[in-house]
């Protein structure tokens, strides 16, 4: 996948108004946002909270011509938004996800969860 360094950001602790990368998937021709989660997920209101108001970030980004202005050429291509998580979705997230993912399906934005395991 070919990255964009200008798009990653540090870690930090508060990364709601944040996108941590934006890359082109050759593979698939999609323009791919990739949101880090290295958190454990604990089931609180406050974490799902915290992952919609990520998820609006980066929809946002996409639909309200920002990304357009940014990348015209990379904001013609699919979209998909790629959660890698060092550690598997809780239940109450994956429900969250679920319910994220049908609805940007409209939007024709793929959601993907990818947990990266430690060996």
Same mark, same amino acid.
């Given at each position: ?5 200008? &798009?990653?950001? #540090? #870690?930090?602790?508060? =990364? ?5 990368? %934006?890359? $082109? ?21 406050? =974490?799902? $909270?915290?992952? /919609?108001? =990520?998820?609006?970030?980066? %929809? ?7 990304? &357009?202005?940014?990348?015209?050429? @990379?904001? /013609? ?5 790629? @959660?890698?998580?060092?550690?598997? #979705? ?12 049908? *609805? @940007? &399906? $409209?939007?024709?934005?793929? %959601? *993907? %969860?990818?947990? =990266?395991? $430690? *060996?």
């Amino acid at each position: 996948m070919d990255t964009n360094p200008e &798009a990653s950001n #540090p #870690p930090q602790t508060d =990364r709601t108004g944040s996108i941590d990368i %934006v890359a $082109h998937d050759p593979k698939t021709d999609e323009a791919v946002l990739v949101m880090n989660e290295s958190r454990p997920w604990d089931g609180s209101d406050e =974490r799902l $909270h915290d992952l /919609q108001e =990520r998820f609006n970030c980066y %929809v946002s980004f996409l639909l309200d011509g920002e990304f &357009a202005e940014w990348n015209p050429e @990379l904001a /013609q291509k699919r979209a998909r938004i790629e @959660l890698r998580c060092a550690h598997i #979705p809780d239940e109450r997230a994956i429900e969250l996800l679920g319910k994220i993912r049908d *609805q @940007l &399906a $409209h939007q024709e934005i793929d %959601v *993907q %969860v990818v947990v =990266r395991t $430690h *060996q």
